[in-house]
C-alpha cells in the first residue's frame, strides 16, 4: 500500500521564478492539503484540495496556487519566488473532505536564492 | 480552532514511559485530539487521535480528561528512535475542509 509520494525531493531555484510540486495522495484517499513548514517552526496550512477545487485556505498570497487532477493527484504552484518561500512543503493526504485522519508525505525542501 | 499549549522540550530515558501533556482548555464538543510527531526533515507522522474515550494503539496511548482540557500521550517505552518534536493538535470535525493548526509543539529527546 503506497503512502503519500512527493517530487522532487529538493529543489533550488532563484528569487522571481515559478516553481510546481507534486504529490500523489495515499491509495484510496481523495483529498490533498498543502502545508509550509520553515525552518524551525510547525507546518502551516496552505490550502486543501477536494473533488478538484479548492475547499479552504489558510494565509497565503495568491501567487500560491493550486490543482488537483481527476486521479486525486495535485500540485502545488508558487509565482514570483521570494527569499521567504524557502521552506519544506507537505503534502497530506486524507479521505472525504479531510473527515478523517491526515497522512502526510515526507516533503519537498525548496530553497530559493 | 481550539490551540493547545505544550512544554517546548522533555527528556525521557531510553526504556521508560514518556509521558507527554497539552492543554487544550477551548475544545469544544465534536472537535478531536490528534497526535504527530515529526523525525528531524521528515513529514509528520501520525500517531494517534480520540473524542472522549482513552485510546490506544502499536505506537502509543492517549489519555483524555474527563472535562477534555488536556490530555496526555504516553509513549509506554520510549526508543532512542522516538526522539522527535510531538505534535498535539485540536482538529474540527465538519464535514470536510478540518485543516490541521500546529503549535510549537514538544522537542523529545531520549536519551540512553
Known amino acids: 500500500d503506497a503512502g503519500v509520494t512527493q517530487s522532487p525531493t529538493h529543489l533550488i531555484k532563484t528569487r522571481g521564478q515559478q516553481v510546481t510540486l507534486r504529490c500523489s495522495p495515499k491509495?484510496?484517499?481523495?483529498?490533498v492539503s498543502w502545508y509550509q513548514q520553515a525552518l524551525g517552526q510547525g507546518p502551516q496550512f496552505i490550502f486543501q484540495y477536494y473533488e478538484e477545487e479548492e475547499r479552504q485556505r489558510g494565509n497565503f498570497p495568491d501567487r500560491f496556487s493550486g490543482h488537483q487532477f481527476p486521479n486525486y493527484s495535485s500540485e502545488l504552484n508558487v509565482n514570483a519566488l521570494l527569499l521567504g518561500d524557502s521552506a519544506l512543503y507537505l503534502c497530506?493526504?486524507?479521505?472525504?473532505?479531510?473527515?478523517?485522519?491526515?497522512?502526510f508525505g515526507p516533503g519537498t525542501r525548496l530553497t530559493v536564492l | 480552532d481550539a490551540k493547545t499549549t505544550q512544554p517546548p522540550s522533555m527528556d525521557c530515558a531510553e526504556g521508560r514511559a514518556a509521558n507527554l501533556p497539552c492543554n487544550h482548555s477551548?475544545?469544544?464538543?465534536?472537535?478531536?485530539v490528534y497526535w504527530y510527531r515529526q523525525i528531524h526533515s521528515q513529514g509528520p507522522q501520525y500517531i494517534i487521535h480520540g473524542l472522549k474515550n482513552n485510546e490506544t494503539n502499536e505506537m502509543a496511548s492517549l489519555i483524555i480528561t474527563e472535562d477534555r482540557k488536556s490530555s496526555t500521550l504516553i509513549l509506554p517505552h520510549a526508543t532512542l528512535r522516538d526522539t522527535a518534536v510531538y505534535y498535539c493538535i485540536v482538529r474540527p470535525n465538519k464535514a470536510a475542509g478540518n485543516k490541521l493548526t500546529f503549535g510549537g509543539g514538544t522537542r523529545v529527546l531520549v536519551k540512553p
Open positions: 491509495s484510496g484517499h481523495d483529498t
Open positions: 497530506a493526504s486524507s479521505l472525504g473532505g479531510a473527515r478523517d485522519t491526515q497522512y
Open positions: 477551548t475544545i469544544s464538543g465534536n472537535e478531536y
